[in-house]
């Protein structure tokens, strides 16, 4: 037994009698805990899954020691990552994480924790098993229109620079639908170059680099014979390789000039003997060009077996205009703003991820030269007027249009673009739309999953299985090493939690981080979206009415 006594700043005598005194200097650190941000896991999953991240908490300094775990036959660390070092069965894993810094007090410091396999996932993903399609950027893109103004004609938003920046930082497009109904072929052989100047001036500030252009000419076949639209295709063409813009690759001709809903009222032969001759134009001047046709509005409506026969390899895309849920003027006279009159279930459903537009067109083509062309539908939205189309019900439809029409599609998709970028006179537009008052700092939910998917959910697909009800998810590799999951709950009132398994391809390592939008998110029923990281891959919590995007690299 000994006695110390010290005294202190204040000379006052402190005196006490132990067997054992602990000598700390000023200034040395103390660990005080340690913790693991997940402690469950998918049994059978495989070794390397990781489990959780690990902390370790200290008073007058950071920990930057060694951190070991107990039981080294089922699990690892690897840097700050607890990781399954073989597959476990279903069951709890008790284990003693020690964390070791030389010279701290408290040191090794030993916590416990129970570790659980999960009897069995819900969801799984194997990358490597491609399912032969692969996810293009273009499949988030936007379309600019004529009509994005109140009332149209005015000048085109791009040359706003506060859309511009809005567009740099939220949508970033790898796709751009220039509507036919801009007329700038007709323009350019008018002369008239201010739309013109506009749009080419300035659409590349906020796009992805490469951003693939699909360029609408002919708009009406009203405003000349075959051969007028033709030369004058041609000629905008010319103009186009000439002055920078040989890159833009793509001509959309015509807009709805079919006998169909809000179009033109033209018939089949007339459509197909105007395409044929502005096709044959834009050929001539770069054979490499890929016209895309026919101006419908319904998939299959033109682009039928006797459009196969009679416009053959000259037509390299087929495309539609999709709108599908109704707003409650539909029967009785529409108008901008009118709220929709179909139920949620129905729009995210029947219309959105068990839409058949994609099969249709298929369909219609099969056993032609052009049964298996390019698909695309350049002109999308949940609804042309109903008001929702700004909140996130317009973001979860688009998600799920998207998303199902790819999966349920024979090759898949090639391009979609969501109308329109930006504007006052829709409700549903990207930026500055009709609820936001034109305010071009304001973004909608659609705009904003677009945005995201176009920068981080691309690639090959790889196969998913599922048992969960009313949730879709696409899984992507964008490069050999890196992964990324589009989740969406589209259940109108059940949230969901998701056990994703990755059965072969590869595990996540490192941080994961994670996106989300959806009626939860702040600002709802126009939402923001919120970031952050997920922890592992066993316990995904999703929303209703949400859509998650988690990314990572795979090792």
Avoid at 113 to 121: D, K, L, Q, R
Avoid at 136 to 151: D, I, R, V, Y
Avoid at 203 to 221: D, E, K, L, N, T
Avoid at 484 to 497: E, G, Q, S
Wanted: proline share 5%; aromatic share 8%; with cysteine.
């Amino acid at each position: 037994m000994a006695t110390v006594s010290v005294r202190d700043a204040g000379n006052t005598s402190i005196q006490a009698t132990s067997n054992t005194f602990q000598i700390v200097p000023v200034g040395t650190m103390t660990l005080t805990g340690i913790t693991l941000s997940g402690t469950t896991l998918i049994a059978g999953a495989i070794s390397g899954t990781p489990i959780g991240n690990i902390a370790v908490q200290a008073t007058g300094g950071s920990f930057n020691g060694t951190l070991a775990v107990n039981d080294t036959t089922r699990f690892r660390i690897v840097g700050n990552t607890l990781q399954a070092a073989t597959t476990l069965a279903a069951g709890n894993y008790q284990i003693n994480i020690i964390a070791t810094q030389p010279g701290a007090n408290g040191s090794p410091m030993t916590r416990a924790f129970t570790i659980t396999a999960a009897a069995s996932s819900n969801t799984s993903v194997n990358f490597s098993a491609p399912t032969g399609k692969t996810v293009n950027k273009t499949l988030w893109g936007f379309t600019t229109s004529f009509w994005e103004s109140s009332g149209g004609g005015a000048t085109p938003i791009f040359g706003n620079a506060t859309f511009r920046n809005t567009a740099n930082v939220n949508l970033k497009p790898a796709a751009l639908w220039i509507n036919p109904d801009w007329d700038l072929d007709t323009k350019f052989a008018a002369g008239n170059m201010t739309d013109i100047n506009t749009i080419l001036g300035n659409y590349r500030s906020f796009s992805q680099a490469g951003v693939r252009v699909i360029m609408g000419v002919a708009f009406q076949p009203s405003a000349g014979s075959a051969s007028t639209l033709a030369s004058r295709a041609a000629n905008f063409a010319n103009y186009l390789r000439n002055n920078g813009f040989s890159d833009i690759m793509d001509f959309s001709v015509g807009n709805l000039w079919s006998t169909e809903q809000f179009a033109q009222g033209n018939s089949q032969s007339t459509v197909i003997s105007y395409f044929n001759a502005i096709a044959d134009a834009l050929h001539g001047v770069n054979a490499s060009y890929r016209c895309w046709g026919p101006a419908q509005w319904n998939p299959g409506f033109l682009a039928n077996s006797t459009w196969a026969s009679q416009v053959g390899t000259r037509c390299n895309g087929v495309s539609w205009m999709s709108y599908d849920v109704l707003p409650s003027g539909a029967t009785s006279g529409v108008q901008i703003g009118d709220p929709m009159i179909d139920s949620k279930d129905v729009a995210y459903g029947t219309k959105g991820i068990n839409n058949p537009d994609g099969v249709n067109q298929r369909n219609a083509l099969s056993g032609t030269v052009l049964a298996n062309v390019p698909l695309a539908s350049f002109d999308l939205n949940m609804s042309e007027y109903a008001a929702e189309g700004a909140q996130y019900i317009g973001g979860i439809y688009m998600a799920c249009y998207i998303v199902g029409v790819f999966k349920s599609t024979p090759g898949g998709i090639e391009c979609f673009t969501m109308q329109s970028i930006g504007g006052s006179n829709w409700p549903g537009s990207a930026i500055g739309n009709q609820q936001f008052g034109g305010n071009m700092t304001r973004v909608s939910a659609a705009g904003y999953i677009l945005g995201k998917a176009g920068q981080s959910v691309f690639g090959p697909e790889y196969t998913v299985t599922s048992s969960i009800q009313n949730l879709s998810i696409l899984a992507v590799k964008p490069t050999a090493t890196t992964f990324a999951v589009m989740l969406i709950n589209y259940d109108t009132a059940n949230a969901r939690t998701v056990n994703l398994s990755v059965s072969a391809g590869g595990v996540p390592s490192g941080t994961i981080s994670r996106w989300e939008i959806g009626k939860s998110s702040p600002g709802t029923p126009t939402p923001t979206p919120v970031t952050g990281t997920q922890p592992s891959l066993s316990a995904i919590a999703i929303a209703s009415e949400t859509v998650v995007i988690l990314t990572g690299t795979l090792a």
